[in-house]
Nanobody, 132 residues
């Protein structure tokens, strides 16, 4: 049975950078689209970025566009989220999910709510705290 594991979270000062990893075991991440979500304290989880395994398609929400970058390394079975110019508003638990491109993009880039699709794989989350 496959699983996803996020890593790379931690405490960073405002204006700093972090790179999160989403590593798959038990299945080939190259066969799935990957989405990154985050949940800040007291807020609903939001989709912020996704990457299609079928083409070079990527998507970024307005809240992270121009600051975050999603990268895929199929040899390492990992998708990364490079985060730059971090601010206190980026403090959250960050999760990755893997599923078909339609399901991933329909929620993160499209009209569907997260509750409308049950993703095949979810990670356990990694905490990112931006504070001086």
């Amino acid at each position: 049975q496959g699983q996803l594991v996020e890593s790379g979270g931690g405490l960073v000062q405002p204006g700093g950078s972090l790179t999160l990893s989403c590593t798959a075991s038990g299945f080939a991440l190259a066969n799935y689209a990957v989405g990154w979500f985050r949940q800040a304290p007291g807020k609903e989880r939001e989709g912020i970025s996704c990457d299609s395994n079928l083409d070079s398609g990527t998507y970024y929400s307005d809240s992270v566009k121009g600051r975050f970058n999603i990268l895929r390394d199929n040899d390492k079975n990992t998708v990364y989220l490079q985060m730059n110019s971090l601010g206190p508003e980026d403090t959250a638990v960050y999760y990755c999910a893997a599923d078909t491109p339609i399901n991933i993009f329909a929620v993160i880039a499209g009209p569907l709510g997260e509750h409308e699709i049950e993703y095949k794989y979810w990670g356990q989350g990694t905490q990112v705290t931006v504070s001086s």
